[in-house]
């Protein structure tokens, strides 16, 4: 019953409030990586973008506005994760905060005898547990073209959100049953010492050295690999993608491959 209104609701979410064409296209040609998206693909996520804005708020901090085209085009990066997956995965939230540009954060951190440290720094982006996720708007402009920018910003905080279903992020999201998490964090930890000795002996990586930061950085930084540039991922850490195209319900190189042959 309550899986049945639920399918109303967003039957009635979908209805009324369309993406106009021309505002979906414009945030399309924004983001070159969905260029390899099949068109079935493509209205998947149109729908998902949807209910994504009608669930969440996309709000603005201080005095800055936040355009159409600027909502559409955090949510569809924010959905191109869950595209195949529940979109409950993204409940117990509701807030998208957007500064005009990186915003200072107070980091509390307890060294090894304990003491407490606060440390004022500017973010680009930050999820928080349970709360709302920030973005700077030009690191989000920046970051909207992988090819130039190798990284993005949108991808990383979401995949954080996804860990931290859970609680804190810790590079192992809440799985489904038939993956035991100790094989996902066999695979994740071996991979993550494997990238880290590689940054700390100085080798310049494709791959963002953030992600030897932590477990829970490894996670978010590959997942924007995986997303934006798929056959990185698969020649460097070929189980790690397998993991992802498992736990992402995603096969994104694949894509690549279609668009290779045409
Ligand atoms: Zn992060």
């Known amino acids: 019953m309550l899986e ?7 039957r009635r979410v979908l209805a009324q409030a369309a993406i106009p064409e021309p505002l979906w296209r414009e945030a399309l040609e924004w983001l070159p ?7 079935a693909e493509l209205a998947r996520l ?4 949807v209910l994504f804005l009608s669930q969440k708020s996309i709000v603005a901090a201080r005095d800055f506005e936040v355009t159409p085209l600027m909502r559409v085009t955090i949510a569809i990066q924010a959905c191109v994760l869950i595209l ?3 979109p409950r995965y993204y409940d117990g939230w509701e807030n998208v905060i957007v500064y005009p540009d990186e915003f200072m954060t107070e980091l509390e951190y307890e060294d090894e005898v304990g003491v407490v440290h606060r440390r004022h720094e500017p973010l680009a982006g930050e999820a928080m547990p349970r709360g709302p996720v920030i973005l700077s708007w030009p690191d989000v402009e920046a970051s909207a073209d992988w090819s130039t920018a190798g990284m993005n910003l949108v991808i990383h905080e979401f995949a954080h959100k996804l860990d931290m279903r859970s609680g804190e992020a810790n590079g192992c999201p809440p799985l489904p049953a038939e993956m035991p998490p100790r094989s996902w964090q066999k695979a994740m930890n071996a991979a993550f010492d494997h990238f880290r000795g590689r940054i700390e002996k100085g080798e310049e990586t494709a791959i963002d050295p953030y992600a030897a930061e932590s477990p829970a950085e490894f996670f978010a930084v590959l997942s924007e690999v995986f997303f ?12 790690i993608y397998e993991l992802f195209s498992w736990f992402y319900k995603q096969d994104p190189a694949s894509r690549t491959e279609l668009l290779l042959e045409e």
């Open 228 to 239: 934006a540039d798929p056959t990185l991922l698969l020649h460097e850490y070929p189980k």
């Open 84 to 86: 195949n997956l529940d």
């Open 4 to 10: 049945a209104i639920r399918n109303w609701k967003q």
């Open 33 to 39: 990586f969905l260029a390899i998206y099949t068109d």
């Open 46 to 49: 149109r729908e998902r973008v």
